[in-house]
């Protein structure tokens, strides 16, 4: 009897070792996790955009595992490797690469008997993983995998580790087959991976809860489409694990603003970039007829403490829509410069300028919209606001995005100042972050003027000289486009 106790134990004792250094065996995956794998077989990137604790790192580990090691199961629905790859796998530091994404794939860190017991099988390693010099304890930088093919080994599979924090250039060189970011990287180093599968024809696969909020990445995959990327959302609903009690939990755990994004994959309000149209979909060639009777409007941002900048609109009324033909930013310049630019591409254009225009020139002690009126600038009246007097920033962001969106706010297709500024308008903490937003400042006062623009001609009109009786005879005809206005005769 003895001797058959001890050989159950022992028994007992290997099919427990066999299934803490064979962990992926005993995986299996949620109906979302299914959907993810089998869209690696026609999409190059992919995205499982999931809450924290569904099982997303779960998702990307065990795959990265069957493709190290090509020990496929037989309800895999995805890409197969039938030959040894090249694969990063990365996360936003080295501190979470080590205690996240190695830790998926290898087992904790520093701890010998827990060696094997991720994704991948102890069997599987050549050796241990190379660690990285000068980085944070415990931390790997290469781990070499024996990779199979039909369940016979054919060769050795290579994986790196990154981190976000080391910046894009450390991203730079390598040829993949794959590569895993766990954790939202930044679009320049989520670009560099792309780079390095594309001479293979590989892949990447990303898993993250989008806590940055509608940021260059997510609207990467939900609004530019493209036949190359797919994305699956995960919620709470969808993983079985997670009980009433645990939900109940996370609900208190989370700020009510942080509940969508932590708990069903919905990026976070109040974050991210504030205009999501893509920019090729919102811009009209450069050559473009802007016909006369299209009434026109200047928007200005006299800049304060930031570059001055101004915008010109023509508002074709018929459709209601507005084409931003001109843009003009300056620091450190003089209001006398500010005006003789703006003079020179449309003088008798209307100016609508905002609420601060009210504060005085340091230099000359006049009111800002005074002196720029003096200046011979067609400043409005009043400083811009809506009908009803509201000047409300969000209002003009609302509309602006609307309009973006219905193709009726156009931009044209060289007004690279703009289009850069639009790109990068953003919020954090559900506000509007005020920082190189000078000329889309400009045109929200456009937007909340829009009713005074005129239909006037554009070109240049020279200042009078002082004292001298002369004065322009006629407007000469002027193309925004091609850069070189007709002076008037005198």
């Known amino acids: ?9 022992a028994q007992l004792r290997a099919l427990d070792a066999h299934r803490r250094y064979n962990a992926m065996e005993f995986w299996k995956p949620y109906p979302k996790q299914m959907e993810f794998f089998s869209l690696g077989k026609t999409h190059a990137e992919r995205l499982l955009m999931a809450g924290n604790r569904l099982g997303k790192t779960m998702a990307g580990g065990f795959e990265t595992a069957c493709h190290l090691t090509g020990l496929y199961p037989d309800w895999w629905p995805g890409r197969r490797w039938d030959r040894p790859v090249k694969a990063w796998a990365a996360g936003v530091s080295t501190t979470a690469v080590r205690d996240i994404v190695q830790t998926q794939l290898c087992g904790p860190p520093e701890v010998e008997e827990e060696f094997g017991t991720g994704f991948i099988p102890r069997s599987c390693f050549v050796s241990r993983p190379t660690l990285a010099r000068g980085a944070v304890s415990g931390s790997y930088d290469t781990a070499r995998i024996y990779h199979h093919t039909n369940g016979i080994r054919d060769g050795i599979s290579t994986l790196q580790f990154k981190s976000y924090e080391q910046g894009r250039m450390k991203f730079q060189g390598a040829s993949l087959d794959f590569c895993w970011p766990d954790e939202e990287p930044p679009m320049d180093v989520y670009t560099e991976m792309c780079t390095r599968f594309a001479a293979t024809r590989g892949m990447s696969f990303m898993t993250f809860t989008p806590l940055e909020g509608m940021s260059d990445v997510v609207i990467r995959f939900l ?17 079985a694990h997670m009980t009433p009690e645990m939900v109940e939990e996370l609900l208190g755990r989370y700020p009510a603003h942080e509940r969508e994004a932590r708990m069903n994959g919905e990026p976070l309000l109040g974050s991210g970039r504030v205009f999501t149209t893509n920019p090729d979909f919102i811009t009209f060639p450069v050559d473009q007829i802007i016909p006369e009777h299209w009434a026109k409007l200047w928007g200005v941002d006299f800049g304060i403490t930031h570059p001055f900048a101004a915008v010109l609109a023509a508002w ?3 459709n209601d829509v507005i084409y931003l033909l001109e843009t003009y930013k300056a620091s450190d310049e003089l209001p006398l410069a500010h005006a003789e630019a703006i003079r020179r591409i449309a003088a008798e254009v209307p100016v609508a300028w905002p609420h601060d225009g009210h ?9 800002l919209a005074s002196l720029y009126k003096k200046l011979d600038l067609r400043t409005l009246a009043t400083h811009a606001h809506f009908v009803g007097g509201s000047i409300s920033t969000e209002a003009a962001v609302l509309e602006m995005q609307q309009r973006f969106q219905e193709s009726r706010l156009r931009v044209r ?8 500024e639009y790109r990068m308008y ?3 903490d559900g506000l509007i972050v005020k920082a190189r937003d000078d000329l889309i400042s400009a045109t929200q006062k456009i937007i909340m003027m829009k009713r005074y623009a005129r239909a006037v001609a554009l070109g240049h009109r020279p200042r009078p000289v002082p004292g001298s009786a002369l004065r322009p005879t006629r407007e000469a005809p002027f193309s925004p486009f091609d850069g ?3 002076v008037s005769p005198w």
């Open 1 to 9: 009897m003895t001797n058959e106790i001890a050989a159950t134990l």
């Open 426 to 428: 953003h919020r954090k």
């Open 223 to 239: 609004s530019e489409v493209s036949p190359d990327r797919a994305v699956v959302q995960m919620g709470i609903k969808d993983a």
């Open 484 to 486: 070189r206005p007709i």
């Open 316 to 318: 074709d009324k018929d």
């Open 413 to 420: 297709a060289d007004l690279a100042d703009f289009l850069e």
């Open 359 to 367: 504060k005085r020139d340091p230099g000359s002690g006049m009111q």
